[in-house]
């Protein structure tokens, strides 16, 4: 979501725990959807097929894909090949191996959306994509760490932010988490860099909210397409990005996009 694309004075939506529940759903059948498309990930696939995958997996399940059609998005999945930021339209792009490719899924189901995102190399890819993917991984696993009643936004995203340059990456700041619940994108904005300690919304029980920290191995600017979607880093470096929905409780940090155990893929923490 581009930052500012909600205001962050409007209400943030508290959710009971059958919402919760509801969102767990929603998902869990993203992250399914997103693990068939990662799946078939080699070199030659191209990304309509990959898309087409995701989202009869989708559709299968009595769902509907969250992107399609949101605000005139074409398609199922968010597919970002290399330099590759986010909101990549699907094209009849055959990957290739070495590439990098962050794959991010919406599914909409009983009223409530699920968001989610991962990157994965196609065949053998360098080393220094391998640390790029995953270290952006941990950074986001850090921030969901981070959500947890009384701390603030600016703790969580200061922390992700430290621990990306620490290792050599820029945290880009112009896409941001967000809420989700009955609509895609609610209230707050979540921001993984450039929010200080101690500042931003205090986290409380029941709020749904995505932790989306994007690395760049160069420059954090981008530069967006064309085709008024596909953003691209400015200086053609690469990117990656992942995602989980995270609820607040008492008793920390609920991550509300696990895929079933058979889709898990072999390498995923
Ligand atoms: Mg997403
Ligand atoms: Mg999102």
């Not at 070199?43 to 995701?54: R, T, W």
């Not at 986290?203 to 064309?226: A, F, Q, R, Y």
């Not at 880093?233 to 992942?242: M, P, R, Y």
Request: glycine fraction near 10%; include cysteine; aromatic fraction near 6%.
């Amino acid at each position: 979501m581009q930052v500012n694309a909600v205001s962050i004075h409007d209400q943030i939506r508290i959710k009971s725990r059958k919402e919760i529940d509801k969102l767990r759903e929603a998902g869990r059948i993203a992250a399914n959807a997103l693990r068939v498309a990662a799946r078939s990930v080699k070199p030659g696939v191209s990304l309509l097929e990959l898309d087409k995958l995701a989202e009869s997996y989708i559709r299968k399940q009595g769902a509907t894909p969250s992107f399609k059609g949101y605000q005139g998005f074409p398609a199922t999945l968010c597919l970002s090949v290399n330099d590759g930021v986010v909101h990549g339209i699907p094209i009849n792009y055959a990957l290739r191996e070495g590439d990098v490719i962050s794959i991010d899924c919406g599914a909409k189901l009983d009223g409530y959306h699920g968001d989610t995102c991962l990157t994965v190399g196609v065949g053998r890819i360098s080393d220094k994509a391998k640390d790029l993917i995953a270290t952006t991984q941990l950074a986001m696993y850090l921030g969901v760490s981070c959500c947890r009643v009384g701390l603030r936004m600016g703790d969580m995203a200061t922390t992700v932010q430290n621990f990306a340059e620490e290792r050599g990456y820029n945290v880009v700041r112009r896409y941001v988490g967000h809420g989700i619940g009955r609509d895609l994108h609610e209230d707050p904005q979540v921001l993984c860099a450039e929010q200080a300690p101690g500042t931003g919304f205090r986290m409380e029980t029941g709020m749904t909210i995505t932790i989306e920290p994007i690395l760049n191995m160069g420059t954090h600017n981008c530069k967006v397409e064309s085709d008024g979607w596909t953003v691209r880093t400015a200086d053609g470096q690469f990117s990656a990005q992942f995602e989980h929905m995270v609820a607040i409780t008492k008793n920390g940090p609920e991550i509300l996009s696990y895929p079933d155990p058979e889709f898990e893929l072999d390498d995923s923490l």
